[in-house]
């Protein structure tokens, strides 16, 4: 009995003192293993994440075009204008449709990389001019004092095809002080259209307003390309324009 005794805690004493190590070929294995694994999960964890800003920028835009619709309604079909020829940053477009919602309109794209926007609560001349106003740009041909279009269309009935007409377009995030574009400026140039469009900001897509109150993601082409299609002009869309 005692024997037996002594051979069961000489097992024991056997175990505890000689754990088994691991070698450095399974050390290695071990690491190689998730090192494998990162790399496969890695691209699906970034492609998620751009998927989830993908959905709350459209899901933004789809509020603005809620806004917009509502504003239209009340005020006789006329646009909000953007700062081109307006002092009074209550009176830029961005404002009043955050304030015509009532409720927080996003002003800053969860993709858009700038870090430094301005706070709408402050007045506007007491910060940084390097601060961005929005990560949102409107089309300032359908300004009321667009001067190649004498303001015509900044009545919504005036555009023949608003569902082909960009109102909002996603600034690129080096704007600073600035909440529209000048389309008449690209002269049918993609590049130059590229330089005023966050073109890239949802992998090769970004979202667009239009002038009906619709919201899409597309590709900058889609919207500009000659002969084929420009979204950019209240008078032609979605074609081009005859005098240029
Ligand atoms: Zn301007
Ligand atoms: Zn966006």
């Not at 509502?70 to 009043?96: E, F, G, Q």
């Not at 706070?119 to 001019?129: N, T």
């Not at 082909?164 to 389309?183: A, F, K, M, N, R």
Request: net charge negative.
């Amino acid at each position: 009995m005692l024997n037996e005794h002594k051979k069961h805690t000489d097992v024991i004493h056997y175990k505890i003192a000689r754990p088994k190590a691991f070698t450095l070929i399974e050390l290695l294995v071990v690491i190689a293993i998730i090192a494998l694994l990162l790399a496969i999960l890695m691209p699906s964890l970034t492609k998620a994440k751009q998927q989830a800003r993908r959905l709350i920028c459209s899901s933004n835009m789809r509020q603005m075009g809620i806004a917009l619709k509502t504003y239209l309604m009340d005020n006789r079909d006329r646009l909000p204008d953007s700062s081109c020829h307006i002092a009074d940053p209550d009176k830029y477009w961005i404002n009043i449709l955050s304030r015509y919602l009532g409720e927080d309109l996003l002003f800053q794209c969860p993709a858009d990389e700038s870090k430094n926007f301005v706070d709408w609560s402050r007045p506007l001349d007491e910060q940084s001019e390097d601060a961005r106003w929005s990560s949102f740009a409107l089309n300032a041909l359908l300004d009321s004092q667009c001067s190649r279009c004498n303001g015509r269309y900044n009545d919504v009935k005036a555009i023949r095809k608003p569902q082909y007409c960009i109102y909002v377009s996603e600034s690129p995030s080096s704007w600073t002080s600035y909440d529209h574009v000048h389309p008449e400026m690209w002269f049918y140039n993609i590049d130059l259209a590229k330089g005023n469009v966050a073109w890239d900001r949802h992998s090769k897509r970004s979202n667009y307003l239009f002038a009906d109150g619709h919201a899409e993601l597309l590709e900058i082409e889609k919207t500009y390309t000659w002969p084929t299609s420009c979204f950019w002009f209240p008078d032609t869309a979605p074609g081009w324009p005859s005098d240029e």
